[in-house]
């Protein structure tokens, strides 16, 4: 193995075999040391595994964790390739970044759906990458990552950088920008100076012991930490005002405001997809509109996608699930309008543009749509300023409080938008 | 979401939960309860038409190609059986149990062959064994540890020390190994007895052949062999 691999990796190496870098006991009192979970499952002759973080590779008492100190060996050339301009509150939540960044602190970005949050990084970036600064830049969710990716590498078209994921084709390489969903930090100890961490508000993400490990894990000490959302969880909140300083930005980056949630009433879809629905596609169909259907479990996809092609059965379309073999495909396929519509569960609900959608929910009263869940999903609206706004509608069973309270968000956030907007 | 759910052991999906009555009643326990329905129905069983000297699921009842090949070497054939077809979903389980080490399915299809093993004629059941390198990084024998609650005989053991597996080699290379196992104990264990062999995949049949040839040898009266998958 290349040395420069290991630095501020931890990998897992068989004790039997001999190793480079600096080597420490997998195991402490049967807490993982790479996981910081403690839930083993025995082996044969008194060995034992880790299942908690048995999806990255198995860590068991019959290895070592290896790895060897961050130096940080870049050469801190670095060409902004992205030509965009920010609109003057992106320039002053970028700058807010750059201060942050001056003085190694935590920072949270609040800043809609739509608002340009990637491009507000822009000018942090490229200064931790002159300043040879090494940066980690992870979401909860692999789409979000697969969709960083591209945009990263076309704005510093001369960095060398990894993305890294679980079912992903990119082979480790030692660089200096590392994009990467949230799991794949417990392969990194004290490698970063920057991390930023995107959807922080998400599954599986908020309020998971071994992924809140991690990102610890794999800061150097002296670090700075961008958090990023659009619907800050509850602690979160909390987080702000106890003093976590905090940018926030109401208005989308093309100034029009947040499309706001419609609500109709739909009874018993499970049995059989009402009239009302199929109109509903119709109208759409015949304004060739692309449209999500959000559904709210798995086993809704099938029987939602049959109908909607028996119904409409020149029109190309798919479902997707998390455990889909095919998830990366149908989600390309999605954005570069191969299909014309996909029906999903809450995956697709943040971190993805597909240009020029509308968007239905089916059963949006159901628990597993959260008030948050929504407002993301609604933000997956309007996003281009060649087509900002759209349909979002959310069909319930019953009006509930949450999708009330997911209404009563938006409005909230585009009555400061607009108060914003009038003020430039 | 609800913690506690019990999720599928081989995709993650969260188990429907139909539940029959007798088994809320806790009178009936599936046995297949570890698996979700889509996982199941992708297992295809091998109990049609195959060939009758290696399990291989096929479209006549004749001996296939392959073993035409192993009976023109002049070794004798192993009436090998195996119950599922090798296909997806064994290969996802293979990935799971037995390179990334998940110990805890090793009881996923251990009735099926427990089932296997109770229907043949045999005096003694051996594992294919693991070299000393694997005991020491994967830390068991995979065979082994599908076959809880049968009494086997360890008479074997892999003589390189080396870290390859076969699922690294080509059709070809594996073709050309050498013999691989040498034995465990004294020979006089092994003569006059009936032999069943046991592995997780039977691929090319080399390893089967090598460790039965080594076997008769020794003096064994009949060796057959079985494997979860072929």
Not at chain 1, 360 to 380: H, K, S, W, Y
Request: charged share 20%; proline share 4%.
């Amino acid at each position: 193995m290349e040395i420069e691999n290991l630095y501020g990796r931890q990998l897992v190496c068989p004790k039997i075999d001999n190793s480079l870098g600096n080597t420490r006991t997998a195991f402490q009192g049967g807490v993982c040391q790479r996981c910081n979970q403690k839930l083993v499952s025995p082996l044969p002759n008194d060995a034992f595994y880790c299942r908690a973080c048995l999806t990255l590779g198995r860590v068991s008492s019959l290895d070592n964790l290896i790895s060897l100190p961050e130096p940080n060996q870049f050469n801190g050339k670095v060409v902004l390739s992205w030509t965009g301009t920010l609109t003057s509150q992106q320039q002053k939540v970028s700058e807010d970044l750059l201060t942050t960044l001056a003085l190694q602190r935590e920072h949270l970005v609040w800043a809609v759906t739509g608002a340009g949050k990637t491009e507000m990084l822009f000018p942090l970036i490229y200064r931790a990458l002159q300043q040879k600064l090494r940066i980690g830049i992870v979401a909860p969710r692999v789409d979000v990552i697969v969709e960083l990716s591209p945009r990263l590498r076309a704005a510093f078209a001369q960095t060398d950088m990894v993305t890294l994921y679980g079912e992903q084709t990119d082979c480790y390489r030692y660089t200096q920008l590392v994009l990467a969903t949230t799991h794949q930090l417990l392969r990194f100890r004290q490698a970063f100076d920057v991390l930023i961490i995107d959807e922080v508000d998400s599954f599986p993400f908020a309020g998971n012991e071994m992924l809140t490990h991690a990102v610890k894990n794999a800061v150097k000490v002296r670090h700075t930490m961008i958090y990023l959302t659009a619907t800050p969880t509850r602690e979160l909140k909390k987080r702000i005002k106890k003093g976590l300083p905090v940018s926030y930005l109401p208005l989308r980056f093309h100034q029009h405001l947040l499309p706001e949630i419609q609500l109709a009433r739909l009874s018993n879809w499970r049995k059989k997809l009402p009239r009302k629905f199929r109109k509903q596609l119709s109208y759409l169909v015949e304004t060739n509109k692309r449209f999500l259907v959000f559904v709210p479990k798995v086993s809704d996809l099938k029987p939602v996608q049959e109908t909607i092609r028996r119904w409409f059965p020149r029109m190309h379309g798919d479902f997707v699930h998390a455990n889909d073999k095919h998830r990366q495909e149908k989600v390309q396929s999605m954005r570069n309008e191969n299909l014309q519509y996909l029906v999903t569960t809450t995956i697709l609900e943040r971190g993805v543009t597909f240009p020029g959608i509308d968007v239905i929910i089916l059963g949006a009263d159901d628990e597993m749509f959260t008030e948050n869940a929504l407002v993301q999903i609604a933000g997956r609206v309007g996003r281009k300023s060649d087509c900002p706004t759209g349909l979002v509608l959310a069909y319930v069973e019953h009006v509930t409080l949450k999708v009330k309270a997911a209404q009563r968000q938006i409005i909230q956030l585009n009555h400061l938008g607009e108060k914003l907007r009038e003020s430039i | 979401m609800n913690q506690s759910r019990k999720l599928c052991q081989l995709c993650g999906l969260p188990l429907t939960e139909d539940q029959s009555f007798l088994s809320l009643l806790g009178i009936m326990s599936t046995d297949s309860n570890n698996l979700c329905e889509d996982c199941c129905n992708q297992l295809v069983l091998i109990n049609d038409i195959f060939c009758p000297n290696c399990g291989r699921l096929q479209a006549t009842p004749e001996m296939c190609f392959d073993c035409i090949r192993w009976q023109n070497k002049g070794y004798p054939l192993l009436e090998h059986r195996a119950i599922y077809q090798y296909n997806d979903v064994m290969k996802t389980y293979m990935q799971q149990y037995k390179f990334n080490g998940d110990f805890l399915l090793k009881d996923l299809f251990n009735h099926d062959l427990i089932r296997l093993i109770d229907s043949i004629d045999k005096d003694i059941v051996v594992p294919i064994p693991v070299s000393h390198y694997t005991m020491q990084t994967r830390g068991f024998n995979q065979v082994s540890g599908m076959l809880n609650g049968q009494t086997l005989s360890d008479i074997l053991s892999v003589t390189a020390s080396k870290k390859d597996h076969q699922s690294q080699f080509g059709r070809r290379e594996r073709m050309n190994r050498q013999q691989p196992f040498a034995l465990s104990v004294s020979s006089q264990l092994v003569v006059g007895q009936r032999i069943l062999l046991v592995d997780d995949v039977y691929t090319t049949g080399n390893t089967m052949y090598h460790a039965a040839n080594l076997l008769y040898q020794a003096g064994a009266k009949t060796v057959k062999s079985i494997s979860l998958a072929r």
